[in-house]
């Protein structure tokens, strides 16, 4: 059996992710005609069935989820080469893609605006995911990470700030619940928390573990809809960066199995590149300030 045509595959792919010959070729911007020629050539070349056709459209046979598979990681690794290569380049020009947690944004804000002001020919593309995107596939430029070091191979990873994170409550919830005076009374109180708990923040796996667990009222992934949840008074929520918020009660202070640090994580192979060079320094100065 050989494979010689990228794009046969590649339309395998499609029709497995589309379910329909007509979905693939819209994708693909192709003839639909196109579509089924490529996948009758890969099957009679590779003497197996890759898809079931009925009339709803395709479903992949145990063949064709095996090559589909493969041409999807594939196709992904093609998209972003671009962004890999953009960053090779002579000059701080382009795409920039920093890739960071939403709660992380308002910290990234000055850095952003110095790299715009600074390098005019820059496009600035912030991705916020829960994902963790793969920078050895050039799936971002700059990643801003919390929680525990980034340990993936051939990376560069550089502490940016340790953040200290509190609990806090509105006066309103206070004056109707009270105010707990240790953890042991946390059990009784509401409580406004990540969405999932699976959160890599050290102080979303310190409240995972509390045993009795404590009542959950209201669950985001967004900070800023935490926040405001916290100052309408759902419940007590850990945040950081608050010390001066007029809003909020600081109800417990920060503690060092609550806090965590920010990575500034670039690759290897892209750290030194002109563009990548002047991110992670304009990062650094504005963190520190």
Not at 49 to 75: I, M, S
Not at 159 to 180: D, I
Not at 216 to 244: M, P, Q, T, Y
């Amino acid at each position: 059996m050989s494979i010689e045509s990228w794009d046969e595959i590649r339309t395998a792919w499609q029709v497995a992710r589309a379910g329909t010959v007509s979905g693939a070729a819209e994708i693909l911007g192709v003839h639909h005609a196109t579509v089924i020629r490529h996948i009758d050539a890969l099957e009679a070349r590779l003497g197996v069935k890759l898809f079931q056709r009925h009339a709803r459209g395709y479903t992949p046979t145990e063949a064709g989820n095996a090559l589909a598979q493969v041409g999807r990681v594939t196709d992904e690794q093609f998209a972003q080469l671009g962004t890999r290569l953009t960053g090779v380049g002579t000059g701080i020009e382009g795409d920039l893609v920093i890739t960071t947690l939403p709660g992380i944004v308002p910290l990234l804000r000055p850095a952003l605006l110095t790299l715009n002001k600074t390098y005019p020919d820059l496009v600035l593309r912030v991705k916020t995911e829960r994902r963790v995107l793969r920078l050895e596939y050039g799936e971002a430029h700059v990643a801003l990470r919390a929680g525990n070091r980034p340990t993936e191979p051939d990376n560069v990873v550089q502490p940016l700030l340790t953040c200290p994170v509190s609990l806090y409550a509105s006066p309103a919830y206070l004056e109707e619940h009270g105010r707990p005076a240790d953890v042991s009374e946390l059990q009784h109180h509401r409580f406004v928390a990540e969405e999932l708990d699976d959160n890599r923040a050290p102080f979303a796996q310190w409240f995972a573990r509390l045993d009795p667990a404590p009542h959950v009222v209201f669950r985001s992934n967004e900070a800023e809809a935490r926040r405001v949840a916290i100052a309408d008074g759902l419940g007590l929520g850990f945040l950081f960066g608050e010390e001066d918020a007029e809003d909020l009660v600081q109800v417990m202070p920060s503690r060092p199995e609550w806090d965590f640090t920010i990575w500034l994580v670039t690759h290897v192979d892209l750290h030194r590149t002109p563009k990548v060079q002047a991110a992670v320094s304009v990062i650094k100065q504005a963190f520190k300030q």
